[in-house]
């Protein structure tokens, strides 16, 4: 069965290094998303992606991070420089061409900065 | 403004006990979508079921019932004879008619399930 994969699961980092974290979406999908979760708490929306543009960014989502598809497979999210209130489980989501579909996530990325 | 309460932060049952996880939204929208989503001890998000708020009709899964009410705002989630591997936390999820074109969620807070055995 098709799914999202992210790597690496575990990324640990020092204050002000910039991180990239990878996901590969499912292929026929179109839609993608990059939510966060802090230890312990909710999963909260940071963007979406469609058309190789940004269709929506919550206000989490700052000059600090950005979002790229560089090679037609891969959807990755840069955080230029790295704080340590961005320690939290990174998740990955795509949908395919209806964007009423359900977002299919992979099993995340645990940032932890140091 | 989209809002999803979950006020259940934990929840303890003994095996075989039917549990029923709460779930109030908020939205002004007419045409909305609710989602569970599962987060079992591994972290990875798994979804459960996708409801479009044109069908209040109830569904069962197996151990798993939604109850869906627009008159309460209500999605709620019953597992039938709970196992220790229901034990996970469990997330609601709304998403609806985007400005952007692109269904984000809002996530409510999660309930924290446990099956003793």
């Known amino acids: 069965e098709p799914e999202v994969t992210q790597t690496p699961s575990h990324q640990v980092t020092q204050m002000g290094q910039e991180v990239i974290l990878r996901c590969v979406p499912i292929s026929n999908h179109l839609y993608f998303y990059w939510y966060r979760q802090i230890l312990g708490q909710k999963v909260e929306f940071l963007v979406s992606f469609y058309n190789n543009e940004i269709s929506e960014k919550s206000e989490i989502f700052d000059d600090q991070f950005s979002v790229e598809r560089p090679d037609g497979s891969n959807f990755t999210l840069k955080i230029r420089s790295t704080k340590l209130e961005d320690s939290a489980m990174y998740f990955c989501a795509s949908s395919p061409r209806t964007a009423r579909s359900e977002a299919f996530f992979g099993q995340g990325t645990r940032l932890t900065v140091v | 403004a989209q809002k999803v309460t979950q006020a259940q932060t934990e929840i303890s049952v003994v095996e075989k006990e039917d549990v029923t996880l709460d779930c109030v939204y908020e939205t002004r929208d007419t045409t909305y979508y609710l989602f569970w989503y599962k987060q079992p001890p591994s972290g990875e998000l798994v979804f459960l079921i996708r409801r479009n708020s044109f069908d209040e009709q109830n569904e069962i899964s197996g151990r798993y019932s939604w109850n869906f009410q627009k008159s309460t705002s209500s999605f709620n989630f019953t597992i039938t004879a709970s196992q220790v591997v229901d034990s996970a936390v469990y997330f609601c999820?709304?998403?609806?008619?985007?400005?952007?074109?692109?269904?984000?969620?809002?996530f409510g807070t999660g309930t924290r399930l446990k099956v003793l055995a």
């Open positions: 999820a709304l998403s609806d008619y985007p400005t952007s074109g692109t269904y984000k969620y809002i």
